[in-house]
DNA sequence: GTCAAGTATATGAGAGTTCAACTAAATTGG
DNA sequence: CCAATTTAGTTGAACTCTCATATACTTGAC
């Protein structure tokens, strides 16, 4: 037996769809014409960054970055043409690989992040009152902690 | 000056990205694997059904699908070449083109929607009280207001 | 009417994503 | 210690998306 939306469902759900799209076209538009990267690319710099040594390992940079690891893999291959980011040999593990950030990927990432922040805040947190804020936020964690286990 | 975010807006911010990210991959990858089809073209095929005559003009299914008209004129051809939707010249402006759903579109719709439901359920609905779903509709509601205008 | 500007849609190239192999190395269990 | 399994990561093909451009038609100004 199929749970169909009611009304109200429906309309909260084509209102996240539209709202969450809205949201990642507008960060991906902006980073793609200011900083020439999509956004997850994006945040596999920033991922980077902070990370000791500005180094991580495939694996762990494909979890925190939110990316399949195909994906990533992919993304660090284009990264790398660009000299954004080197790969390393894992001395203790040797199936593993180390993304490092290079000099010119910090100072990408720097130069884009600024405008990205400002995106941010006029795609979600100037849109929101702080209530609404913290009341998504629990939205989300709520989300994260069911999909994510 | 960049107002950068706060400890608490990253984590806010952090959570967002990862909560829809997981949910529009859940659905993704549901459709994919029970229906053969990404959800972009679900929800064209949405749109058209609720249309009267299952039909619509390219722009006006553009815009209800959520689509920009490029995305929108490749989805539709690969849907013809389906057997899921008909492209016919509108009579009025010689510009125009209508998509119309087919019955095997139709059919195709009918039988994803049960196994589609179920996942926007237990990716959004199931994992929120019912005040938690207002509380997000208002938030979309006001993102939408603020970045469609 | 005609010409310029605007609108509706299509199309092709380039780039990113996914999925299913595939390689290579580590681990486990007899 | 060796075979079987698991883990880390890459790769190629197929597909979708975006951006810029092209095409065809309409509209408005003169």
Redesign the interface.
Known sequence: M????DA??Q???R??????????E?LDRQLQRDAGMPHTYY?ILVALSEAPGRSMRMSELAARA?SSQSRLSHAVARLEERGWVNRERCPSDRRGNFAVLTDDGFAALAAA??GH??E??R??????TPE??R??????????E???G
């Open positions: 199929t749970r169909w939306l109200d469902e309309h909260t759900w209102n996240f769809l539209a709202a969450t799209q809205l949201i990642n507008a945040m939110q992040a600024p922040v400002e941010v805040r795609s979600l947190f100037d849109v929101l609404q804020v009341r998504l936020d629990e939205i989300c964690v709520a989300v994260r069911t999909l994510e």
